[in-house]
């Protein structure tokens, strides 16, 4: 026993200057990078696979330092997905992180007044998202159709909004995304009207005007106007008939004004057939309560603001869209585009 204890004791000691030196280096921060690194781990993806990359991207600088921490928390499950490294960090915490699902997300923004062409296009910005399955999604009502029997897209429900999605997440689920933001906010407003009838002509309002607090009024007049039987001619229904034809170039001609397509509401009388764009929740509380005027047209303002003349008769209407034009061949003669801020698209008489 006596031969023994010396051996004993050096094995311990041993073993305590490996576990000091293992402490050591499972917390020692480590940055074998510049900037900032992003890793992506796929669903079954090993332990030994993981290490491996992270060593290859420089976060780590041993591998078996991994394997290590994994020994210590057999447990603990690894969550795939994309991760962003920008700071010097010790493997126990990248173990941590990886444990914990601590994965990066990406910002997604859709504008007030984004179509469902805008939302493809912005959504398939994503690099793991294909711009197919994106068309496939929104070309379809199935997220929307329990609330709007009527919908055929879900044209006027991607709820504008700033959305944090991760590489793993679908397209349908993004798209689920913003319609049950949408859900979220037409119950928070506590309408009891047709959700259809509603969104559509909130995505009138919400594509006429740049100035927020001209929405109401906007409102009052399309309801002005539907009340009389007047048609709409609302020029964002012109646009919006092109881009479905695929015909639209950027300018209103007088072909598009005479195209017969149910969203032209200066050839159809009353609403067209669903939304043309994805409203706010202004823009939707405009249409759901518009104030009382006496309004029955509106034009933008000569002065590049954005912002509208209301008119009650045709007469000062015409005045209002007089000064309009002289202001647009002004803004050409000082060697302006010729288009008003705001305005969705110049109308040429040709």
Request: hydrophobic letters at 40%; one cysteine or more.
């Amino acid at each position: 026993m006596k031969r023994a204890a010396p051996a004993l004791l050096a094995t311990l000691a041993a073993a305590a200057g490996l576990a000091g030196y293992l402490y050591r280096e499972l917390n020692r921060p480590y940055r074998g990078f510049t900037g900032e690194v992003f890793v992506v781990i796929e669903r079954g993806t090993s332990t030994r696979e993981i290490a491996r990359a992270l060593a290859a991207r420089g976060v780590l600088e041993h591998e078996w330092a991994l394997l290590v921490a994994r020994a210590l928390r057999p447990r603990a499950v690894l969550q795939a997905g994309e991760y962003r490294f920008r700071e010097p960090a010790a493997p126990w915490e990248v173990f941590d992180r990886l444990a914990r699902g601590d994965v990066y997300y990406h910002t997604l923004t859709i504008p007030e007044g984004s179509n469902i062409f805008d939302a493809v296009r912005i959504i398939s910005q994503l690099d793991w998202i294909d711009a197919a399955a994106v068309e496939a999604v929104v070309r379809s009502p199935a997220l929307i159709a329990d609330l709007d029997p009527k919908a055929t897209t879900l044209e006027g429900y991607l709820f504008p909004s700033t959305y944090f999605v991760t590489r793993n997440t679908p397209a349908e689920e993004i798209c689920r995304m913003m319609t049950g933001e949408f859900r979220r906010v037409w119950a928070s407003l506590g309408a009891d009207a047709d959700v259809h009838e509603t969104v559509t002509l909130a995505s009138l309002v919400e594509k006429e005007t740049a100035a927020p607090e001209e929405r109401p009024l906007i409102a009052s007049v399309f309801w002005n106007r539907l009340r009389r039987g007047m048609k709409l001619e609302c020029d964002p229904t012109v646009i919006y008939a092109a881009l479905v034809e695929g015909a639209w170039d950027g300018v209103i001609h007088r072909s598009d004004l005479a195209r017969p397509n149910p969203y032209n509401t200066y050839l159809y009388p009353g609403l067209p057939p669903g939304p043309i764009a994805s409203p706010g929740r202004e823009s939707i509380q405009a249409a759901l309560n518009p104030p009382e005027t006496d309004y029955l047209f509106f034009v933008a303002l000569p002065d590049g603001s954005g912002r509208h003349a209301f008119s009650k008769t045709i007469a000062a209407h015409n005045r209002a869209v007089g000064r309009y034009r002289r202001g647009i061949r002004e803004a050409k003669r000082q060697g302006g585009s010729g288009r008003a801020p705001g305005e969705p698209g110049s109308r040429e008489d040709h």
